[in-house]
């Protein structure tokens, strides 16, 4: 006799929910890997962009050719700036803290107005 396999209809229900949180996991750390790997990249721009940009500024026979060069390199520097401090922060990572405040402060003020109506 071989021994039958009872399966709950709840069980066959969490699978598919399973998956779909794995498959969700792994887009997360590939995005994760994308974004660490364009974080050193920039990270080893800047550094780059900023000894080159030290070593014309000691030049001291600047030529309208240095200085746009200068001009284009300090731009190219705030770009990275600005791409290495957005990647940082997003909203997709400070979406579940932010809701979670808003639902936890919320409770606080409810709680806080109802003690206060029980004592006063």
């Known amino acids: 006799m071989k021994p039958s396999k009872q399966s ?8 598919p929910d399973f998956e779909q949180e794995l498959a969700q996991v792994e887009r997360s ?4 890997k994308e974004r ?3 974080v050193q990249r920039d990270r080893s721009l800047k550094s780059e962009y ?11 026979h600047q030529t309208p050719e240095i200085k746009a060069e200068l001009r284009q390199i ?8 600005i791409n290495l401090e957005s990647q ?7 979406k579940e803290p932010f809701w979670q405040a808003v ?3 919320g409770m606080g003020v409810i709680i806080g107005w109802i003690l206060k109506s029980c004592t006063g």
């Open 29 to 32: 750390l590939s995005s994760l």
């Open 103 to 105: 639902r936890f402060g």
């Open 88 to 94: 940082l922060f997003s909203w997709g990572s400070l």
């Open 8 to 15: 709950h209809p709840s069980e066959e229900n969490q699978e």
């Open 50 to 60: 900023q000894q080159h940009l030290n070593k014309l500024n000691k030049n001291k």
């Open 36 to 38: 660490y790997t364009q």
């Open 74 to 81: 300090k731009q190219q520097l705030e770009v990275l700036e």
